[in-house]
């Protein structure tokens, strides 16, 4: 009974356990990106001559403005030397990523989610010459393009050489204006822009008011309120992982009953090993310990290999499937090894009780 047992409660377990550390997963980059020090409220396309009458608006709120990043379009026009359409020519492809229309700014400063990876970060340039720009990592390698290559953008008509001077990599998860291009300052001031504005609010009645007057003076600007969207994504992953936690639950207690048909099937053996056991020697008080070591040992055992292999898979589906942050809910590993264990224990011994209490002659003269 023992890979019969192993099997069903590990199954149970590994599923258990991989929905705990993705939710916590899942739950772990929400609170992250609307952490105590993060930005909830988002306002787009706030034009040039509006930047300093919004701030102040922000501002009259007692609010403070915790991002303010100008925002200018352009397309991809050459790479390496080779013009775009060339390049989807020669590759047979259709790939948005060399025809979209990008959205970069420029700045001389990092932001605290990107991380330089590769080259040198420029933040004003020295002299004449292609542009020193800095790329996400992740454009860089769809593009197949690294520091030092040539690329030009199209900046509403102007074309403008640049060269790739740095890679960053970038936490897009993070609720803040993240670019995948990032020009250095004095380069594209004059260039027709936009400007992105984010702040914190500490209540929806705050968040009410200063939409209502946003709205009110500058009926082109959007205004996003994160925190309901957050709220949202975090009612969603409620639900989704009740459903799964059902799911687990529902695999456990199949198990448990293969426990349970698996002791039952193996009652005359046991009867005739508690036999062996006291016609030797032994009490009935040992005959249950030795049993309740089995079950505490195959609980064990099958509650170890199933959080093993979900402590595996959670690890595989952050990594390659929700791009996140590894991270393991120990307390909850934890409470579903006793868990499982404590179950496997009980359902073993209330279907092994009485087996103690057989009399040797009564299994002796059923032998013959």
């Not at 997963?25 to 988002?42: E, M």
């Not at 030397?81 to 790939?95: A, F």
């Not at 970038?170 to 001031?189: A, H, K, T, Y």
């Not at 639900?239 to 009953?257: D, E, N, Y």
Request: glycine share 6%; charged share 20%; proline share 4%.
């Amino acid at each position: 009974q023992t890979q019969i047992l192993i099997l069903a409660l590990g199954l149970g377990t590994f599923l258990i356990g991989t929905l705990y550390i993705v939710q916590h997963v899942l739950l772990n980059q929400v609170s992250v990106a609307g952490g105590n020090d993060r930005p909830n409220i988002v306002l787009f396309d706030v034009q040039v001559d509006q930047t300093a009458d919004v701030r102040k608006t922000i501002e009259a709120e007692g609010l403070v403005v915790i991002h303010d990043a100008p925002v200018v379009t352009m397309r991809l026009t050459s790479i390496k030397g080779e013009s775009v359409q060339d390049i989807m020519t020669r590759k047979d492809s259709r790939n948005f990523i060399y025809t979209r229309e990008y959205r970069t700014t420029y700045r001389d400063h990092l932001f605290d989610s990107e991380t330089i990876v590769a080259g040198n970060w420029i933040g004003e340039p020295e002299g004449k010459g292609p542009v020193p720009i800095s790329f996400a990592a992740d454009l860089a390698r769809r593009l197949e393009v690294n520091v030092g290559d040539a690329v030009t953008f199209n900046v509403q008509g102007v074309p403008v050489d640049c060269e790739i001077a740095s890679l960053r990599d970038v936490d897009f998860q993070r609720i803040q204006p993240n670019f995948w291009v990032v020009f250095p300052s004095g380069i594209l001031e004059e260039a027709p822009q936009f400007a992105v504005f984010t702040t914190r609010v500490g209540s929806i009645e705050q968040s009410a008011a200063l939409q209502r007057k946003i709205v009110k003076a500058y009926p082109n600007v959007s205004v996003i309120d994160i925190g309901l969207v957050l709220k949202t994504v975090d009612n969603v992953l409620n639900k989704v992982s009740f459903v799964i936690r059902f799911m687990a639950l529902f695999s456990v207690l199949t198990g448990l009953v293969v426990l349970t048909a698996a002791v039952i099937s193996s009652r005359y053996q046991r009867i005739r090993e508690s036999v062996l056991l006291r016609t030797m020697g032994a009490s009935r008080r040992q005959v249950r310990s030795i049993l309740i070591l089995e079950y505490l040992f195959l609980g064990s055992l099958a509650a170890f290999s199933g959080l093993l292999l979900s402590i595996a898979g959670g690890w595989l589906l952050s990594y390659l499937v929700f791009d996140a942050d590894y991270a393991i809910p120990a307390a909850a590993i934890a409470a579903v090894f006793a868990l499982i264990t404590i179950l496997t224990v009980t359902v073993g011994m209330l279907n092994s009780r009485g087996i103690s209490n057989r009399p040797p002659l009564e299994v002796l003269r059923g032998e013959y």
